[in-house]
């Protein structure tokens, strides 16, 4: 399978050489050049396998230039009972009648970012032994990312961690779930600033094209294509063990941010999964809802984004939303650099309305927005109403969901996280505290490994280059 550029501009790729890059020397994202199709007949033979083999027929074609067995190993491997919580790896809980939970964060940070990046962590490692390099991954986080990164690049050879947070501002248990790790080759560290502060200064060091490349300077952000791909198979994992019958039509509604995990739904069907309609939900950071409602996609800048009971969700650049207009767009790679490229550039906005692929778009996808009353209000009567406890991104899928049900056709809202990871608004909503995971039950009182920084890119670059060993060798 070759790669090619949402904006045309780049040669095309294999797999091997995207992996490990973030967006195309044009500027666009990568995507494959068409999406493999599975027939009904196909798809009825993948019911009932275990979830690794599942992942390895959607995924095999994607990373073709990998021997099929060692793909497949490597899925047997990160697919696990012990990473997951239990064989089945995702988990399906019904609401009610017709409405149910993809569970996907079932892994090791209880977030659904688990599930691609636990598969990323082994991709990169073999990857960089395979040509004898290292790489230096530093990036921001807010809270789920950065967690999810570094339990999947823990004790991984030819990797290092450098993940910046905002001192003091993250939730105790995120806080407690990242700095307790005490792995040679992860390092946190706490910024006296907000979170913007920590991106600007991750900006500012892969800015430096001459310290990137002496240290092998590297992202793991949400455009990565092989988090996009891992994605796609609990789609697919969903529906084919909650639907009657193969070909019967399922809806499912995705709490969204940077449209990553909602693209994996739209790849999925591309790719011949029978999903209907599906729904995006926002938080009170509703570019992506104002878009479907309105045809104009007029990113914000951060100092706009509001900070939420979602917090997940605290995004006004969906940054994998240019890979779903350039295939809604017929994949004209001309339209789809003027949009991205000249209009949001001079005028901050493109208008979609009246064009074809508008009407497109909002025939497979609808659209709403949840907000802290809302969210709160729908723990609530979900708990009271089934005895299941949603987190509050999940709650805005719900919130979203309930308005777009139709008579006939299930619908799946997909679980983001657990609700042991934001329990104030839990409390907020119910009155009292989310049960823990076991593995989380004393996690406040395990020692916590990080360094403190004023935000200063050269003490950053400073600390990068003192504590990322060999790297600098090569
Ligand atoms: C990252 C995240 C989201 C947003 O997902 P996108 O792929 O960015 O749309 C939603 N909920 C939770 C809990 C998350 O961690």
Redesign the pocket.
């Known amino acids: 399978m070759n790669y090619l550029s949402t904006r045309g501009g780049a040669p095309q790729a294999g797999f091997d050489e995207i992996l490990l890059e973030g967006l195309a020397p044009d500027g666009g994202l990568y995507l494959p050049e068409r999406y493999p199709h599975l027939d009904l007949e196909q798809l009825r033979r993948m019911q009932g396998l275990p979830y690794a083999e599942l992942a390895f027929e959607v995924l095999q074609p994607f990373l073709a230039p990998m021997p099929p067995q060692q793909l497949r190993e490597m899925l047997r491997a990160t697919y696990t009972a012990q990473a997951f919580g239990s064989d089945d790896i995702i988990r399906l809980q019904p609401l009610d009648a017709q409405l149910g939970l993809l569970g996907v ?1 079932q892994g090791p940070t209880l ?3 688990d599930m691609a990046m636990q598969l990323l962590g082994r991709l990169f490692e073999q990857a960089l032994q395979a040509r004898g390099s290292e790489l230096n991954i530093v990036g921001a986080t807010s ?3 950065g967690s999810a990164a570094e339990y999947a690049m823990r004790g991984r050879r030819g990797i290092r961690v450098f993940m910046l947070s905002p001192f003091g501002r993250m939730s105790p248990f995120q806080t407690a779930q990242m700095y307790s790790l005490d792995e040679p080759n992860i390092h946190n560290i706490a910024v006296q600033d907000v979170f913007d502060t920590c991106q600007d200064m991750v900006k500012a060091v892969s800015g430096d094209l001459e310290f990137k490349r002496r240290w092998h300077i590297g992202t793991i952000n ?1 455009i990565n294509w092989a988090r996009v791909a891992a994605q796609v198979v609990y789609y697919f994992a969903g529906y084919l063990r909650s639907v009657r019958k193969v070909g019967d039509p399922l809806d499912v509604a ?10 994996a739904a739209h790849v999925a069907r591309q790719m011949g999964l029978p999903l209907r309609r599906l729904v995006l939900a926002t938080n009170e950071n509703d570019v992506l809802d104002e878009f479907l409602r309105t045809g104009v996609y007029r990113p914000r800048a951060a100092a706009q984004t509001r900070q939420t009971s ?1 917090p ?2 605290d ?1 006004s650049k ?1 940054s ?1 939303f240019e890979r779903y207009v350039f295939d809604m767009l017929g994949r004209d790679a001309v339209r789809t650099r003027d949009l991205f490229e000249r209009q949001l550039a001079s005028q901050g906005s493109f208008d979609l309305s009246a064009d074809p692929a508008f009407a497109r778009m909002r025939e497979g996808m609808v659209s709403g927005r949840s907000d802290h009353a809302t969210r709160v209000r729908t723990i609530r009567e979900e708990w009271e109403r089934s005895g299941v406890l949603i ?1 509050p ?1 999940t709650a805005d899928g719900v919130a979203v969901a309930r308005r777009n049900l139709e008579p006939g056709v299930p619908m799946l809202v997909v679980e ?2 657990l609700p042991a990871k934001f329990e104030s608004t839990i409390r907020e909503a119910v009155g009292r505290e989310p049960q823990r995971p076991e593995s989380a039950r004393d996690i406040e009182l395990r020692p916590q490994h990080f360094v403190v920084m004023q935000p200063d890119v050269e003490a950053l670059k400073a600390y990068i280059a003192e504590h990322a060993g060999s790297a600098a060798a090569a």
Request: glycine residues 10%.
């Open positions: 964060s977030a659904f970012k809270g789920d990312t949400s995705v709490p969204s941010g940077n449209f990553g995990n909602i693209l979602s997940s969700m995004i969906a994998n987190d991104h983001t996280a």
